[in-house]
């Protein structure tokens, strides 16, 4: 009887210690972000998954708005979506440089080197874009091994971004962000620029 008290206490103490943890990453990056600290970054980022996660997804709005609209489940459109990704690789690069990311992170658009129009700011990832604990947890999804959170927790959804956390060797690392609507469209109008000089 005894044991089995110890091992479901060890085994809540484990759950909750799962539970915590990916929030304990969040507020970490906050900090490496707000002190635009690029080491710390780096442990921070799973930087080949966000690459390959913004091109697929610059790739499908650059391809939407030139009037050739794809179907990411056909094997086919995928091909093409691979293809307008390698022509948008050198924007990627400079969105998902470091610095190119802590701009990205903090202000929530890209910094003015990469886009040469104006685009949208929708507001970065600081503590009082994440509000309270509580808030965060609302605007959150932990599964095995990822963890979703929608940020900034104030604004609708179409302007808020979608940072994924996966669990890698028992740390959480940023692994995907999904654009909003409105910056998605211009980073593509940027490629769109940048093919035509």
């Known amino acids: 009887m005894r044991s089995t008290l110890l091992i479901t206490v060890a085994l809540v103490g484990l759950w909750l210690a799962y539970a915590i943890s990916p929030f304990v990453s969040v507020y970490r990056l906050v900090g490496v972000v707000a002190e635009r600290n690029v080491p710390g970054l780096n442990e921070r980022v799973d930087f080949p998954a966000l690459r390959a996660s913004l091109a697929g997804q610059i790739a499908t709005t ?26 948008a690789s050198p924007l990627i690069a400079e969105l998902i440089s470091p610095e190119g990311l802590l701009e990205l992170l903090r202000e929530g658009r890209p910094a003015a080197t990469t886009l040469s129009g104006s685009a949208p700011t929708l507001g970065g990832l600081s503590s009082d874009t994440l509000g309270n604990v509580w808030r965060v947890y609302l605007n959150s999804e932990l599964g095995i091994s990822r963890f979703l959170l929608n940020v900034p927790v104030d604004k609708p959804r179409h302007e808020r971004f979608k940072l994924a956390f996966c669990l890698r060797d028992w740390t959480w690392q940023l692994c995907r962000i999904e654009l909003p609507e409105p910056l998605l469209v211009s980073l593509a109008q940027e490629q769109l620029k940048r093919e035509k000089q």
């Open 62 to 87: 650059y391809l939407r708005i030139t009037g050739k609209p794809v179907d990411p489940e056909s094997l086919r459109d995928r091909i093409t979506i691979g293809v307008a990704a390698s022509l």
